[in-house]
């Protein structure tokens, strides 16, 4: 659409939001493996000062490959309950008929209602002083451990399987739970993927409610590790720059790489599915 | 003789529980999930917000009295928690209208067959799915008094600095916020640009409509509902800031030029200890983004 000769305007438009878009990640990465970061224009490309002492600088302050580990066991405990409960739930809204199936969809729409903040508090109490699962693994997971998004993917897949597959499974005898792990599961292996990718992005780069339950250095996650760098450390350190970069770049390197190989598993309808629900 | 005893028994069953009722303990984990994660906890919050509560020792049983509106008059009348609220209120007068336009404009750009359409997603998008604590420290950098932005701008460089400047510590952190985000609504909007017919188009422009003709009149209200979306999950976005001011303007700095209400909740609630007027902050909260909500779900059907 549009004259040929108001192409270019578009191309100039979209260029330059790009570059300012990717600019900030360009300032990380190379930043991150230089000795000192720049903080004047003509020195945005360098050729000479590279290093992996930034790294090593973070490192000695916040133990790196701990708190990443740890980013990863909560990351995979939220992961773990959603694809299993998630499946099973999603499943049963979608092709099991049984009472309070219409209560529990309503129910679906209502948690994407509720704003994390509003619960902060409560959840704060409930989990630290009630269960005592304060500076615990299972504390930090669990205000994640099902992902709704991922229950209302889940159901959509499940539903447009065609409905006398699931006929003739049960006239064989199978049982639902059969039925639901060697039949529907791998058939909607698209939407599996899908809710990895976007389940994954929550727990990784949450900050927050890890920040109010962990006190513990050794249990803290990358994202709550940097954070504490910045806010604590770096004004006692020499050169931080570097090594707020470094370990920026740490944190933001495994979720840029699953989007850059997954990129076609991201569509906007089930971004849709996850904002409207 | 049985058989027909049975079948009504299986009528009657298949009319209470359903026809699976094996669906209920499927959903069972999930609604265990909800109960003990979502319903206790809102509860609770009321609860918590409209009594004298506070943490004691485990095991202590101390009376936590009903004080009725009390905490929300003392979170009403506390400046600190007014200014937070004024906070958000500049950050989303910047926010919102930035990221509509800014949105739909390159989303608009993208739909209409350029080249290299997934790189140019790849930009938009990357800053979305990233640790906001990654970024913030990339722009702290970036915007610090002897960082890269000011020696660009030499003798325009603002002073105080951008984040330690009142005036512009809130402008910078909801020019961060449109940065981050822009990339989702940018793929909201590219999807709702594909439902908008292309004979609209056309017809427009035999009727000899230029670009933004068609612009303004075509795709704009072919695209209103998600506008409507947009709007509501900037404004949800933008009053519940707390890594932002947190990291980036060092605790809602300067002198609680930038503090937004979720991070006094956080220093009243967890910092002080005083989980009753952190409560009812958390309740106004919510009372006035659903306001504003409704107000932009309005405007917008209207306009």
């Known amino acids: ?277 | 003789m049985t058989a027909a005893p049975a079948a009504d028994r299986v009528r009657l069953r298949t009319r209470v529980l359903g026809a699976q009722p094996i669906g209920g303990l499927f959903a069972l984990p999930y609604l265990v999930f909800v109960g003990v994660i979502f319903a206790y906890p809102l509860g609770f919050a009321v609860y918590i917000a409209f009594h004298d509560y506070f943490f004691t020792a485990p095991g202590v049983d101390v009376a936590k009295p009903f004080v009725g509106f009390d905490n929300f008059v003392s979170v009403l009348t506390d400046p600190q928690v007014l200014r937070s609220f004024r906070n958000t209120a500049v950050f989303l007068v910047i926010n919102v209208p930035l990221t509509v336009v800014l949105a739909l404009v390159l989303a608009t750009a993208l739909d209409s067959g350029v080249r290299w359409v997934s790189a140019y997603r790849i930009a938009f998008y990357v800053p979305y799915l990233t640790a906001s604590v990654s970024l913030v420290g990339v722009w702290m950098l970036l915007f610090s008094s002897g960082g890269l932005v000011n020696s660009v701008l030499g003798p325009l460089a603002p002073s105080p600095s951008w984040l330690i400047n009142s005036a512009l510590a809130m402008p910078t952190i909801a020019l961060y916020v449109t940065w981050k985000q822009l990339g989702f609504y940018i793929l909201l909007y590219l999807a709702a640009l594909q439902n908008v017919p292309r004979e609209r188009h056309e017809s427009a422009m035999t009727d000899g409509a230029n670009a933004w003709e068609r612009f303004v009149h075509v795709t704009v209200p072919g695209v209103r509902s998600v506008t409507t979306l947009v709007l509501i999950l900037a404004i949800i976005t933008g009053a519940n800031l707390f890594t932002e001011p947190y990291l980036l303007t060092n605790g809602g700095g300067p002198d609680g030029a930038s503090a937004t209400p979720v991070l006094l909740i956080y220093q009243q609630g967890i910092q002080q200890q005083n989980p009753d007027t952190a409560a009812a902050i958390g309740m106004l909260l919510v009372i006035v983004v659903g306001l504003l909500s409704l107000v932009a779900n309005r405007v917008n059907r209207e306009a």
């Not at chain 1, 129910?107 to 704003?115: E, F, T």
Request: aromatic share 14%; no cysteine.
């Open chain 1, 1 to 277: 659409m549009g004259r040929p000769r108001f192409v270019w305007v578009r191309y100039l438009l979209l260029t330059t939001a790009a570059l300012i878009f990717a600019f900030p990640f360009y300032f990380m990465v190379v930043g991150a493996f230089q000795e000192a970061p720049t903080n004047t224009p003509d020195n945005l490309f360098p050729t000479s000062g590279w290093t992996l002492g930034n790294f090593a600088a973070i490192d000695a302050r916040v133990d790196l490959v701990r708190s990443l580990l740890n980013s990863l066991i909560f990351t995979s405990g939220v992961l773990l309950g959603t694809v299993v409960f998630g499946l099973l739930a999603g499943y049963a809204m979608a092709r099991l008929d049984f009472r309070g199936r219409g209560a529990t969809w309503v129910l679906m729409l209502l948690v994407q209602m509720v704003p994390f903040q509003l619960l902060m508090i409560p959840l704060y109490v409930q989990i630290t002083r009630g269960f005592g699962l304060g500076d615990t693994y299972l504390g930090m997971i669990a205000p994640f451990a099902i992902n709704t998004t991922a229950v209302f993917i889940f159901t959509q897949f499940f539903k447009a399987l065609p409905q006398e597959m699931f006929e003739a499974a049960r006239i064989d005898g199978a049982g639902e739970l059969r039925i639901l792990t060697s039949i529907a599961a791998p058939l909607v292996r698209p939407a599996l993927v899908t809710v990895i990718l976007v389940t994954f992005i929550g727990p990784w780069n949450e900050f927050l409610w890890p920040f109010l339950i962990t006190k513990d250095a050794s249990l803290q996650p990358m994202a709550v590790s940097l954070a504490n760098y910045i806010s604590n450390v770096a004004q006692s350190t020499a050169n931080p720059n570097g090594a707020i970069l470094a370990g920026a770049a740490a944190l933001a390197f495994p979720v840029v790489v699953l989007f850059v190989l997954f990129q076609r598993y991201f569509t906007a309808s089930d971004l849709g599915t996850a904002v409207k629900g």
